[in-house]
């Protein structure tokens, strides 16, 4: 499912329209984007919750050339899915 479609769906299960539908998922996104940025951490009790991890700095090798490079520390986004998501896929 793509962002169209998502929207499509939205729109049809919550009775929006389909420009009302999108500005709600790209409310969300952006929302949620600098909320995380922030360092702040996200809970949608029974979908899951959304983290900021940072990975440490660490050694890797170029995989053409089997040289030694340095990877950057990152921070990285974290999604673990909640209980009512979890039984709805299984």
Same mark, same amino acid.
């Given at each position: 499912? $793509? /962002? ?5 769906a939205?729109?049809?299960d #919550?009775? +929006?329209?389909?420009?009302d539908?999108?500005? #709600? ?11 995380? /940025?922030?360092?702040? %951490?996200i809970? +949608? ?6 983290? =900021?991890s940072?990975?440490p700095?660490?050694?890797?090798? $170029?995989?053409?050339?089997?040289? %030694?490079?340095?990877?950057?520390? /990152?921070?990285? =986004? %974290?999604? %673990?899915?909640?209980? *009512?998501?979890?039984? *709805?896929?299984q």
């Open positions: 499912m $793509n /962002k169209t479609q998502l929207i499509d939205v729109a049809a #919550a009775g +929006l329209t389909k420009v539908a999108r500005k #709600a998922i790209d409310a969300f996104v952006k929302t949620t984007g600098e909320q995380l /940025k922030q360092g702040e %951490k809970a +949608l009790v029974g979908f899951g919750t959304f983290s =900021v940072e990975r700095a660490r050694e890797g090798r $170029n995989p053409q050339t089997g040289a %030694k490079i340095k990877i950057a520390k /990152k921070k990285i =986004v %974290k999604f %673990k899915a909640g209980s *009512e998501l979890n039984d *709805e896929v």
